[in-house]
């Protein structure tokens, strides 16, 4: 309980700081993006057109506040948001006869999105004498604590999140015109497609515990380590 209640910074907004109980911070958000595109066109001979495209995206943003689920206002308790998208696409073309074309399509694209804690991967929770929830390491961080009277301390309870998206698909097409005093053309095909979705979601990974002034005085409470309430959650949710 005492070193959580170190973790309060001094007022330094107030006419008087000696009394004072504000603290004013600004921190900065920071977002970084990527952007990337590559495109072939291939000619391997008069009846065959084949073309391929590449595109990548990767954004991070760190967030000093989540915009919301932020659990304390305080800094040091933010997250960011990850992500990469990857597309990959073939096309092959071929004309049989003036009346028959076949078009061959693979493709794919991956996903990658994850909500991680300012603190992933550090073991905050152990270091101020709080059990350890988890001994996944991208779940660890500071623990959520709610003193009532006083700021929150942790980071959103519903950290970390990470997503996988994959999508292969393969499409084959032939395009018939039969005669060319016909008002119809036929088209055959088909198309085969394997989608996989990995997720992972740790609420409460690093606990929730709660000093609600039950006894008429909340900071006792938390030094003596007696909440009101403690919540957690274990298991492996992907």
């Not at 997503?163 to 393969?170: G, Q």
Request: aromatic share 8%.
């Amino acid at each position: 309980g005492e070193a959580i209640l170190r973790m309060y910074p001094d007022a330094n907004a107030g006419a008087d700081l000696a009394t004072s109980n504000r603290f004013v911070a600004a921190p900065v958000a920071r977002q970084t993006q990527h952007h990337g595109l590559a495109k072939l066109d291939w000619l391997p001979g008069i009846n065959d057109r084949v073309a391929m495209h590449y595109a990548i995206t990767d954004s991070d943003r760190f967030n000093p506040y989540d915009p919301l689920f932020a659990y304390s206002g305080l800094p040091g308790f933010g997250d960011s948001y990850v992500s990469r998208a990857q597309l990959l696409g073939l096309t092959w073309n071929r004309v049989l006869s003036p009346r028959m074309v076949n078009e061959a399509r693979l493709g794919g694209n991956r996903l990658r999105f994850g909500v991680l804690q300012e603190n992933s991967g550090q073991d905050k929770a152990g270091a101020l004498g709080f059990p350890r929830i988890t001994e996944r390491l991208v779940s660890q961080g500071f623990p959520n604590v709610a003193v009532a009277g006083f700021e929150s301390i942790g980071e959103p309870t519903n950290t970390p999140q990470q997503r996988n998206d994959n999508t292969i698909h393969f499409a084959e097409t032939l395009a018939i015109s039969p005669l060319s005093a016909w008002r119809h053309h036929i088209r055959l095909g088909g198309e085969v497609r394997v989608i996989r979705l990995n997720l992972l979601t740790d609420i409460f990974s690093r606990g929730l515990w709660q000093f609600s002034g039950i006894t008429g005085n909340s900071l006792q409470e938390l030094v003596l380590g007696i909440p009101t309430v403690a919540a957690l959650s274990q298991g492996d949710t992907f």
